[in-house]
């Protein structure tokens, strides 16, 4: 079983900055890659952006440019650093952690980009 927990989340104005960590625990060992997802009202839950074991990223077309994930192995911990927040951005991002077949989710925590 691993444990993943999100925070960093807020309300910010567009053009703003936030920082996101994702700390996962438990058995790690299993974890290959880490990854941010977010869900608006009404809408899928999309993914953002994915770091593998390797250190390979990958991110949705929308957040290139602006939005960079980056991972501490030893800490078992993978950051979302977003900057140029736009409104659109706003919704409930997600910490998902994935290795040997197995899926674990956090809780969310909640991201607001308004004036």
């Known amino acids: 079983q691993v444990q993943v927990g999100e925070s960093g989340g807020g309300l910010v104005q567009p053009g703003g900055s936030l920082r996101l960590s994702c700390a996962a625990s438990?058995?790690?060992?299993?974890?290959?890659?880490m990854a941010w997802y977010r869900q608006a009202p009404g809408n899928q839950r999309e993914l953002v952006a994915v770091?593998?074991?390797?250190?390979?990223?990958n991110y949705a077309d929308s957040v290139k440019g602006r939005f960079t994930i980056s991972r501490d192995k030893a800490r078992n911990t993978a950051y979302l650093q977003m900057n140029g927040l736009k409104p659109e951005d706003t919704g409930r991002y997600y910490c998902?952690?994935?290795?040997?077949?197995?899926?674990?989710w956090g809780q969310g925590t909640q991201v607001t980009v308004s004036s």
């Open positions: 770091i593998s074991g390797s250190g390979s990223t």
């Open positions: 998902n952690v994935h290795g040997f077949g197995q899926t674990y």
């Open positions: 438990g058995s790690t060992i299993i974890i290959y890659t």
